[in-house]
């Protein structure tokens, strides 16, 4: 026979809870808008390093701030980031298998290629930009290129780890909340792909 | 000597604070839209949402509903049925022999009828 409190407890689960006052949505709004405005650029530039295209990675961050704030607001605000990492990682992942369907459909067909990227190839990409820049700039640019280029051809669950921990700061729970795996493989995936990247850009760096 | 990690770090830190003014804008647009569209849905489905205990209250009520009818039905019946008997019972009394005209000349026909027996057995003969 159920106890008191299971009945108590089975009636207040049972019973709708009372529609959160107008302050306390708005308050919730305005907090999820400063963790957006606080995070939005780093994860437009992680999208971008894994997806190259910006307008792509605009939409995948738009769509992750989007199902966020749909799907998971009433959560609390510390679950927020990783489930948004978590979301931004699945659009880029979904985003990335869909190229790979187009790039292999098209292959088929007739007409001008893509890259080994997956992209349509920009003549305007292969023309010098007109203004110089400083050599200390150009040299961070290029080392960012090359940085980027490395990360890109890591496996997508190392790169995911590498770009949580190294660039956005989350730690080994945080990280293994966004990659829904377990900490002992956010471990094994950060140092693989550390190990890489090493071995990548030792000699450039 | 930065290690890859710092050095990674950085520059991808660099690269996030020389993100032009365009994109900037386009990111905050992206965000107030999203965050627009999500209040837009949440007010859309509060306004949709039902009380878990509705379909109980729904239930109740119309078993009440059910039962007034029931026994409010019968009760107009009863009713009904009382007023029905009262005017065929003062059809009968007002159609019955007794209560016609005919019934009342009868009657007089039968006072006369008594007073003759009544003088027929004064005048007789005791035997």
């Given at each position: 026979m159920p106890s008191f409190d299971t009945l108590n407890t089975a009636w207040m689960v049972w019973d709708d809870p009372a529609p959160a006052p107008e302050e306390a949505v708005l308050e919730q709004s305005r907090e999820l808008d400063r963790l957006l405005a606080e995070i939005e650029r780093r994860a437009f530039r992680m999208a971008q390093v894994a997806l190259r295209d910006p307008d792509d990675a605009l939409d995948v961050v738009q769509d992750a701030m989007l199902k966020l704030a749909r799907?998971?607001?009433?959560?609390?605000?510390?679950e927020w980031r990783p489930l948004f990492y978590r979301i931004l990682e699945n659009g880029i992942l979904d985003l990335q298998r869909r190229r790979s369907v187009r790039k292999r459909f098209m292959?088929?067909?007739?007409?001008p290629k893509e890259d080994p990227e997956g992209e349509a190839l920009d003549p305007l990409d292969s023309v010098a930009d007109s203004a110089p820049a400083a050599p200390e700039r150009m040299m961070q640019d290029q080392a960012m290129q090359k940085l980027e280029a490395s990360l890109r051809e890591l496996p997508a669950r190392q790169r995911e780890a590498f770009m949580l921990r190294?660039?956005?700061?989350?730690?080994v729970a945080e990280t293994a909340s966004a990659m829904g795996c377990s900490q002992g493989s956010v471990k094994t995936h950060y140092s693989r792909a550390v190990h890489t990247l090493r071995e990548r850009l030792g000699e450039v760096w | 000597m930065a290690t890859l990690e710092e050095r990674s770090r950085a520059l991808f830190d660099e690269s996030v604070d020389n993100l032009d003014m365009a994109m900037r804008s386009r990111l905050t647009q992206a965000r107030h839209a999203a965050l627009d569209a999500a209040g837009r849905s949440g007010r859309r489905r509060g306004m949709l949402r039902m009380p878990l205990w509705t379909p109980a209250v729904g239930v109740t009520a119309a078993a009440v509903l059910g039962v007034a009818l029931w026994f409010g039905g019968h009760g107009h019946h009863g009713v009904a049925a009382d007023s029905q008997s009262s005017f065929e019972d003062l059809d009968i009394v007002a159609s019955s022999e007794e209560g016609s005209g005919d019934a009342m000349e009868m009657l007089q026909d039968d006072i006369d009828f008594y007073g003759w027996a009544d003088k027929a057995a004064g005048s007789e003969p005791a035997a």
């Open positions: 799907n998971y607001a009433k959560k609390p605000s510390a292959a088929w067909l007739p007409g190294n660039f956005e700061g989350l730690d | -």
